[in-house]
């Protein structure tokens, strides 16, 4: 029974195969033909058959249902449990973890460390190699989950041994060979360390990863994030200016190379390096589509344009803004992003002077001041900063600093919280330029 724990039936699709055969919600699935099902990937792959008998468990009784449906029909079955298994832990140790720099009495799935090759293609999540089994690596080959995402860090094996503080870090490189034969698209990232995988070692990580291209199609450089709770770890320091010219001479340098050479800019800076240099966000050309945005590549290059173009569209309206209406705000962001934030709020009030945007820059007091993303704010951090910076009055919030299911903050604070707190409504604003324009000016983005 235990084996099948995560096999319970959320809900059958209604008018589906599954329905018409009688399987019910609260079932919990046991065989499909004949045989076991390890995770969801099993299971979308054996049911691509024409005719189905399924094996259930309803109270204490074992129940068969034999239908037919179309060979590439869904049958109509949601599980309670997405993946169908128990999502695998990280076995390393790795010198730069955020999550072993989280303060102590957060929520517990806060403190999860993943390193699930099936998360990979499902959520995006990066994964390091050293969990894979070969059995693993044949099935992601034989159900082409691609693209997979992987934390290389460097290629150098030892080194890698070293920062992932993994004795088989090293010969889990092998794996992305493997994946390379079969075809199997990759992205890749590095998190960058300030004297250990950088310089040298990250012209070397970078010249033997283009080999894998163009199935690589990608990789991300970050800059390790430091919280203020570090004590007893691995000794790392932050980037600094000069540091961070450095980094993007050398992307720079191997973009046109891999672009020459594939058409594929293939190498890519976070956004952070290039506000740490005071350098100018790259083209949108240069990010290949946007293929490292959800890893801080381009979003703020994306932003610009969403919110430049939409701005010029509604200041060629004209008349608008004869018949807006007054509307002031506070919009809350984290220090990275506070200087674009602060120019997209004068750009508006320059062109509307009924409208009222103060952009505030939350300090991270929670994790730290070297936490400076806005994803990491929490409502404590808000509410206090606010609350000093005194006149505030509809605050404005990124989605991102919220649970992805929930209203709620990292630090358990609940949105209604934030607003019984400072006693104004809290607004979440949409990511796109678009969103961002309609919210500064008290209106909903219409599509």
């Given amino acids: 029974m235990d084996k099948n724990k995560n096999h319970v039936i959320s809900d059958v699709c209604e008018g589906s195969p599954a329905e018409a055969a009688g399987i019910k919600a609260g079932d919990i699935f046991l065989k499909l033909n004949g045989e076991e099902i390890e995770d969801i990937f099993d299971y979308r792959y054996k049911i691509l058959v024409p005719h189905i008998d399924m094996t259930v468990l309803r109270g204490d009784e074992e129940l068969s249902f034999s239908f037919d449906k179309d060979e590439d029909e869904d049958v109509g079955i949601e599980f309670e449990n997405g993946l169908m298994d128990e999502y695998r832990r990280c076995k390393n140790n790795c010198i730069f973890c955020f999550i072993d720099q989280m303060p102590p009495g957060m929520r517990e799935t806060l403190y999860f460390k993943d390193d699930d090759q099936r998360l990979s293609f499902l959520q995006g999540n990066y994964v390091t190699l050293t969990n894979l089994s070969d059995k693993d690596v044949d099935r992601i080959i034989k159900y082409r989950m691609e693209p997979i995402n992987i934390s290389f860090q460097t290629t150098n094996p030892e080194l890698r041994c070293m920062m992932l503080h993994n004795r088989f870090a090293g010969e889990a490189l092998k794996i ?97 390096w290039y506000i740490l240099a005071g350098r100018e966000m790259p083209e949108e050309e240069r990010y290949d589509g946007y293929l490292q945005y959800e890893n801080g590549v381009g979003m703020i290059r994306l932003m610009i344009n969403e919110f430049e173009e939409a701005f010029e569209k509604d200041r060629i309206k004209g008349l608008r803004k004869v018949f807006m209406k007054p509307y002031e705000c506070t919009v809350v962001t984290g220090r990275l992003a506070y200087p674009y934030i602060k120019k997209f709020a004068d750009m508006v009030m320059a062109e509307y002077p009924k409208i009222k945007v103060d952009v505030v820059a939350i300090r991270n007091d929670f994790f730290g001041e070297m936490i400076t993303v806005s994803g990491l704010l929490t409502g404590g951090d808000i509410i206090k900063q606010l609350k000093e910076h005194g006149h505030y009055k509809e605050v404005l919030l990124p989605r991102n600093v919220l649970k992805a299911d929930e209203d709620i903050f990292l630090d358990d604070v609940k949105l209604t919280e934030l607003e019984d707190a400072l006693q104004v409504k809290c607004k979440i604003v949409q990511s796109s330029g678009r969103g961002m324009l309609a919210s500064f000016m008290g209106r909903k983005l219409k599509d």
Avoid at 177 to 184: M, Q, V, W
Avoid at 193 to 222: F, Q
Avoid at 243 to 261: G, H
């Fill in 176 to 272: 992305a060979d493997k994946l390379y034969e079969a075809g199997i698209v990759m992205n890749g990232q590095i998190v960058l360390c300030k004297g250990v995988n950088d310089g040298a070692e990250l012209r070397r990580t970078i010249e033997d990863l283009m080999k894998y291209l163009p199935v690589l199609e990608s990789v991300s450089v970050v800059p390790v994030g430091l919280s203020k709770y570090r004590e007893g770890l691995y000794p790392l320091e932050p980037f600094n200016h000069d540091d961070a010219e450095a980094v993007i001479d050398l992307i720079e340098e191997y973009q046109k190379k891999a672009y020459a050479e594939h058409g594929l800019h293939f190498i890519h800076a976070s956004d952070e």
